[in-house]
């Protein structure tokens, strides 16, 4: 049977991360990182899915919370040693464009710009109008254009980069879905889908919206349906947004609160997309904490199409008279904690610790994210300036450890 030191469940992007800083930091242990890679077909696949198959997430380090700013920083200053390391390119500094017309979003976000200092530009509508001649906000909008780092990362192509280097520092990545843990005294006990049997001293979950399925006192964490819209573009209306921002814009309308929205982007079928996704009144929280099949019919659907349809009036209203060729829907998962932070804790004493929670922001932060949790599962100690108890599991019991 394999022995590891430490087993991380789950190679996404807080455990690819979770798992390079484990290679990196403690080269005398012997670490494996156990999670499938994407399925081939998803309409076919019945295994476990992930939050991570797309081309894009936005990444920034504005937020109406500070925790999330430093959370971000910390991750997308390593961006560069992680390509360098892996000889993976994954960021595009296209910039981050962050809208909002609600009265206290604009204190807050101004707070974490005074913070943490980003190199951004605060502007009026008229002033973004200026600058985005092709976007279209109303009077009341204030923005923050942020420069520097912020714009977005392929998440497929940070896990790989993650991985690579995790490799490159003597880690072991194992392609196969844990179907059970158990955790005794003298460690834990993995047996996988595929039929593999491993002992680890000790093991960090972090298989995303599927943790619970793995635990016997469950976790609060409400995964919930998230579909997003892809607008194909013609190569006029490229050449049209050149220089647009990632945008995530915040406010008061019936049909969709908030909107975020990538700039145009290369997907592997060779077309170019905009891709966007809202904060979903339509969509629905699954119940999906004792067998990873309940969760197959919504990734293997189209998503919601009533989503879609308030996506496709959101786009028009931002880009007025955008010409799409074609559009398409995908669905997603985003995994919620109780406190809105991720969760990072030791579930049982010395042998088990978590990992999860991006509550729809946690691709952009995840290289940090993965680095305390894979610090505090390696030495038991918290290693971080941030307040370890904004980061405690809470469990669906209401209680924490
Ligand atoms: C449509 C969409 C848009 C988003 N946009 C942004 C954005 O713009 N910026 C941003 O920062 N964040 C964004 N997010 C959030 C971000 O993608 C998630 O926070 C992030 O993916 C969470 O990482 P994770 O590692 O916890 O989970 P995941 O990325 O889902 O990874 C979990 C991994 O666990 C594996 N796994 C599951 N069960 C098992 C098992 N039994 N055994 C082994 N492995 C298992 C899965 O295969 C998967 O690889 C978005 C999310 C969605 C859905």
Not at 145 to 173: C, F, H, T
Not at 208 to 220: C, E, Q, V
Not at 320 to 344: K, R
Not at 350 to 359: D, E, I, S
């Amino acid at each position: 049977m394999a022995t590891y030191d430490i087993a991380v469940i789950g190679n996404g992007l807080m455990g690819s991360a979770a798992l390079r800083h484990l290679a990196l930091s403690c080269p005398d242990m012997k670490v494996c990182g156990i999670g499938p890679a994407e399925p081939r077909d998803r309409k076919t696949h019945q295994g476990v899915f992930a939050s991570h198959y797309d081309q894009g997430r936005i990444t920034r380090i504005l937020d109406p919370s500070p925790l999330w700013g430093q959370l971000a920083r910390d991750s997308i200053v390593r961006y560069p040693a992680i390509e360098a390391e892996s000889g993976v390119i994954f960021h595009h500094r296209a910039g981050c464009l962050r809208a909002t017309d609600i009265e206290e979003r604009v204190a807050d976000i101004d707070a974490c710009a005074a913070v943490y200092q980003p190199p951004h530009q605060r502007l009026d509508a008229a002033g973004c109008q200026n600058k985005y001649p092709f976007l279209a906000f109303s009077d009341e909008f204030v923005a923050w254009d942020e420069r520097g780092e912020a714009g977005y990362i392929n998440p497929r192509q940070l896990i790989e980069a993650q991985l690579k280097a995790a490799a490159n520092s003597g880690a072991s990545v194992i392609r196969e879905i844990v179907d059970s843990l158990e955790v005794g005294g003298d460690g834990v006990s993995i047996r996988t889908r595929e039929g593999s049997e491993l002992r680890a001293g000790k093991a960090l979950l972090t298989a995303g919206g599927y943790s619970n399925i793995l635990l016997k006192r469950k976790l609060d964490l409400p995964t919930k349906s998230h579909t997003i819209l892809l607008a194909e573009l013609p190569p006029n209306e490229i050449k049209r947004l050149r220089g647009m921002p990632s945008i995530i814009s915040s406010f008061d309308h019936p049909e969709v609160e908030s909107l975020y929205m990538l700039p145009p982007v290369l997907y592997p079928d060779g077309k170019t997309y905009i891709k966007l996704g809202p904060s979903g009144r339509n969509e629905q929280f699954f119940d999906a904490t004792e067998d990873d099949r309940e969760l197959a019919p919504w990734f293997q659907s189209a998503g919601n199409a009533l989503t879609a349809a308030d996506l496709k009036a959101a786009l028009q209203r931002m880009i007025p008279g955008l010409n799409a060729l074609a559009y398409q829907t995908a669905p997603c998962l985003i995994t919620y904690s109780a406190h809105g932070n991720p969760y990072i804790d030791e579930l049982e004493a010395g042998r088990l610790y978590v990992t999860t929670a991006g509550n729809g922001m946690g691709a952009k932060s995840s290289d940090e994210i993965g680095r305390i949790g894979a610090l505090l599962c390696a030495t038991d100690e918290w290693r971080s300036d941030l307040n370890r108890e904004d980061f405690r599991a809470i469990y669906a019991d209401g209680g924490s450890k």
